[in-house]
């Protein structure tokens, strides 16, 4: 009996060294993904802002059709278009060090947006660049991302945690017109952390539950905005609760920092404004002084 059982550890010990050492080999593994439709000035000018050299990392092509995969429906068909422009760079971080998301010509979705839709897809401790050589929506980018880390790991994610994955992005992208990325952001994370009670919810509370979570950010959500997010919501409740929660925090850190970058940006735009006020009206006080100068003359 004790034989077995110092087998069996034996055994565990071996199949987690195993696994410890095929995440560890992992690490500083490197791919990048082009979209099939771009030319080669393109992809050269693409290869700029990944800040490599073509040829020193392996390449994998994402079609039109392997976006649509996970988009179709899910966003405008003008946001996916008919042809695979979005290329992506990722770089395997080791453990503990988070995500890290870069855009370049990417206008409908933000770094903060693919961070958090990564999470949920499983993906962590990845520096991933989104870049195209110019300007497109940036939603189908998270294919090739998929792509890239699952040739890395060797392991594939799960394909319900890619399709809400795909669907947060795409509402998150959304409401962002509206109210702006960071509060679209947050409202989401604060449903992903709390779908242990919404399953329990019908969609009356849930809706009630969604107009508290966005009026604790100042935010007024339209009925249709507030239905996008049932949606999404009980698309979240057929993940791992618990996992989930785990996945958010471990991005927290990462979003404060990009919400802190936009508090000091805010705070120096106001700077700016406030002494160009202060400056205006002291050309307006000399001006009242020269015209009354004058007057008096």
Request: aromatic fraction near 6%.
């Amino acid at each position: 009996m004790k034989f077995k059982r110092m087998l069996s550890v034996l055994l565990c010990l071996t199949l987690l060294c195993g696994l410890g050492s095929a995440m560890a080999a992992n690490v500083g593994e490197t791919r990048v993904t082009l979209g099939a439709d771009l030319n080669e000035q393109e992809i050269q000018e693409v290869y700029k802002y990944f800040d490599v050299n073509r040829g020193d990392v392996d390449e994998l092509i994402v079609t039109n059709a392997d976006e649509r995969q996970y988009l179709s429906g899910l966003v405008d068909e003008s946001a996916i278009g008919s042809r695979a422009i979005s290329c992506t760079y990722l770089e395997v971080l080791p453990a503990g060090q988070s995500i890290t998301v870069a855009t370049h010509n990417i206008t409908y979705c933000t770094a903060q947006m693919y961070i958090s839709a990564l999470a949920t897809a499983g993906i962590t401790d990845a520096k991933v660049v989104v870049a195209a050589p110019f300007d497109v929506s940036g939603t189908a980018a998270l294919t090739g991302i998929y792509k890239a880390y699952e040739v890395i790991t060797g392991e594939p994610l799960d394909e319900t945690a890619k399709e809400v994955s795909s669907q947060e992005l795409a509402v998150t992208a959304e409401l962002a017109q509206e109210i702006g990325d960071a509060d679209s952001v947050e409202i989401v994370n604060q449903l992903k952390m709390i779908t242990d009670e919404t399953v329990n919810m019908d969609d009356a509370e849930l809706r009630s539950q969604i107009v508290e979570i966005a009026d604790n950010y100042d935010v007024t959500l339209s009925d249709n905005q507030i239905d996008q997010l049932i949606s999404l919501t009980r698309a979240l409740e057929k993940l791992d609760p618990s996992e989930l929660l785990k996945k958010v925090q471990a991005i927290q850190e990462t979003l404060r920092q990009f919400a802190g970058m936009k508090d000091k940006l805010s705070g120096f735009t106001g700077t700016v404004k406030e002494i160009a006020q202060q400056i205006g009206a002291a050309f307006q006080s000399v001006w009242e002084f020269i015209v009354g100068v004058f007057h008096k003359g």
